[in-house]
């Protein structure tokens, strides 16, 4: 029954999916490419309630989503403390290049630290460290914890520095070996989470180093990680095999690409993202290969818009694709250069290639509501990228601006003048030198949304009640049988709030700046 069940869906969602190759080859047969304002998705049959439907999806061959949503590899969108709080809401934040490798590679070991499960390498000092220096490393890596181990010269432990340790310390000169805890509880490397969670709740220590048989440290559970992962409060989040959650950094092409991904993959780094405005190029290309023979990391490339682009790069050995050139709020590319494809069209072509070689794609920018997020994935994308929907939350980089007694926070493009004219990362991802620039991005400000918790909540609010009237009951299920209409001008006029004064407004709907 189950099975006759399943062969019925499955030839239903393949009839669909030829109603939407249909759909598709109408328009373009006719020369023409539609973006979001330009298609709904059409209702169907649904016996799916939207809080019961499953929204787990993939943002490349091996890195997992529980919400199909990516923060932007922007300045003014995605730092250590957006990638924290994106990770803990079930997505996944990009790190941008305007950092040094240096400095990237930090904010990578800022959301890598933020939570874990077993950590594999924890941070030690010898034991003639002061604690001082030790103090100094803390703030310059902008770590919140405060346990570090502390070693022999032949790197055996021989002690524990907690924040009670650093607290009672009135002199920072003393070293480590005067101030540290003697008395640590130690573990076996093969022991477990549950395991350590009773040791440490049985000893009332805040954290169990493990050593191997030569008492060199081989690894650590701290006691506030271990009992939110056991207690279920971070099933939500998105956290890889150790517990830890995930984050990717975007990096360029050749040295650039060669230097920060050596320096990302010991910070544990999930995936890369090459990132350029055109990702279908010689050196994309060829950095891609060289990556995927040296490391084990996935690596995403973009941006592309069409169809051969992304075969080429799939073939190149491409675990995942961003597509979208020109689409974005802040981007000028498509009126300096004249390029580019209308976003849903330039997700459907493309995805519908990848899907070929099972790379997924991501969406990347041009999203302006909630409604946008099902139409992307109806399209194809297994995820969307968010730099303008994100940018004015609590978690974003971007300074605070006063305007007319409203709060705003800067946004801009990372091909903006601004954005270019100080960073070598965003020229580079335009292809352009020092001088005689050519912009091809905005700089400007978008309203404070409040806190990026309560952001998130109204977009997978929407994405659920889409996949609800679709009658998908995962982010496959829409992929497969999404069906679009072409609107009009009048439709779209339709579609927004019209002949009202609105009096209220409401956390998921604002008029368009
Ligand atoms: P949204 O619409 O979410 O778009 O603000 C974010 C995406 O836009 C891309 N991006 C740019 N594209 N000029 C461009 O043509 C720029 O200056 C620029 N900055 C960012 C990028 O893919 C991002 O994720």
């Given at each position: 029954m ?25 328009i ?8 979001y ?5 059409t ?7 939207p ?6 999806s993939?943002f490349s ?5 529980k ?7 922007m300045d003014?969108v ?5 990638a ?10 990009v790190?941008?290049?305007n950092?040094?490798p ?6 990578v ?9 077993l ?12 604690i001082?220096e030790?103090?100094a490393?803390?703030?310059e ?7 570090f ?13 907690t ?6 310390c009135e002199?920072?000169?003393?070293k480590?070996?005067q ?8 573990g076996?490397?093969?022991i ?15 954290a169990i180093?493990l050593?191997d ?7 650590l559970?701290t006691?506030?990680?271990?009992k939110?992962i ?5 099933k ?10 995930r984050?990717a950094?975007?990096?360029g092409?050749y040295?650039?690409a060669f230097e ?10 999930d995936?890369?993202?090459i ?5 279908d ?13 040296r490391?084990?990391?996935d690596?995403?490339v ?21 597509i979208?050139q020109?689409?974005?709020s ?7 250069a ?11 072509e493309?995805?519908?290639v ?19 997020i099902p139409?992307?994935i ?7 990228m968010?730099?303008n ?10 300074e ?6 409203v709060?705003?926070k800067?946004y801009?493009?990372m ?7 100080r ?16 912009p091809e ?9 409040g806190?990026?918790?309560?952001v ?7 994405l659920?009640?889409?996949m ?7 982010i ?5 049988i ?22 209220r ?9």
């Amino acid at each position: 029954m189950t099975q006759l069940k399943s062969l019925l869906t499955k030839s239903i969602k393949q009839k669909l999916t030829v109603k939407q190759d249909s759909f598709f080859k109408k328009i373009s047969d006719q020369g023409i490419a539609l973006t979001y304002d330009d298609v709904r998705l059409t209702t169907g049959y649904s016996a799916v309630l939207p809080d019961s439907i499953n929204i787990e999806s993939k943002f490349s061959k091996n890195v997992g989503l529980k919400i199909p949503i990516a923060s932007a590899a922007m300045d003014t969108v995605t730092e250590a403390e957006m990638a924290i709080e994106i990770a803990k809401l079930g997505g996944i934040g990009v790190i941008h290049k305007n950092f040094s490798p240096q400095e990237q590679a930090a904010q990578v070991a800022k959301v890598k630290y933020h939570l874990n499960g077993l950590i594999e390498k924890p941070i030690c000092f010898d034991e003639n460290v002061s604690i001082g220096e030790i103090l100094a490393y803390r703030k310059e890596k902008e770590f919140s914890f405060h346990s570090f181990l502390i070693t022999d010269k032949n790197y055996r432990l021989v002690g524990i520095l907690t924040k009670n340790d650093f607290d009672f310390c009135e002199d920072f000169s003393l070293k480590a070996k005067q101030v540290m805890t003697k008395s640590v509880i130690t573990g076996n490397p093969s022991i477990g989470l549950r395991e350590a969670y009773r040791v440490m709740k049985e000893s009332k220590k805040k954290a169990i180093p493990l050593v191997d048989k030569d008492g060199k440290v081989a690894g650590l559970y701290t006691f506030s990680d271990v009992k939110r992962i056991l207690s279920g409060d971070s099933k939500s989040f998105n956290v890889d095999k150790n517990g830890r959650l995930r984050v990717a950094a975007a990096v360029g092409v050749y040295d650039d690409a060669f230097e920060r991904v050596e320096s990302l993959v010991a910070e544990k780094i999930d995936l890369v993202i090459i990132d350029t405005a055109h990702g279908d190029s010689k050196g994309v290309m060829e950095t891609l290969k060289v990556l995927k023979k040296r490391y084990e990391v996935d690596v995403v490339v973009g941006n592309i818009s069409e169809p051969e682009s992304a075969e080429r790069l799939c073939r190149a050995g491409a675990d995942g694709l961003k597509i979208g050139q020109g689409p974005g709020s802040i981007c000028t590319t498509r009126i300096i250069a004249g390029i580019g494809k209308p976003q849903v069209s330039a997700i459907y072509e493309c995805a519908k290639v990848a899907s070929k070689f099972g790379v997924p794609v991501c969406a990347d920018g041009g999203l302006k509501y909630s409604g946008d997020i099902p139409i992307a994935i109806g399209a194809g994308a297994h995820s969307v990228m968010m730099g303008n929907m994100l940018a004015g939350t609590k978690e974003s980089p971007g300074e605070f601006r006063f305007h007319q007694g409203v709060q705003y926070k800067v946004y801009r493009g990372m091909g903006s003048l601004g954005a270019m004219e100080r960073y070598k990362g965003s020229r580079e991802r335009y292809n352009q030198g020092k001088n005689d620039l050519v912009p091809e991005g905005m700089e400007g400000m978008v309203p404070y949304k409040g806190p990026l918790k309560e952001v998130i909540c109204q977009y997978i609010g929407g994405l659920r009640r889409g996949m609800g009237y679709v009658g998908a009951e995962n982010i496959e299920d829409l992929r497969a049988i999404a069906q679009f209409v072409r609107i009009t001008e009048a439709g779209k006029a339709e579609s927004h709030p019209h002949d009202i004064v609105i009096t209220r407004e409401a956390p998921n709907y604002r008029e368009r700046v």
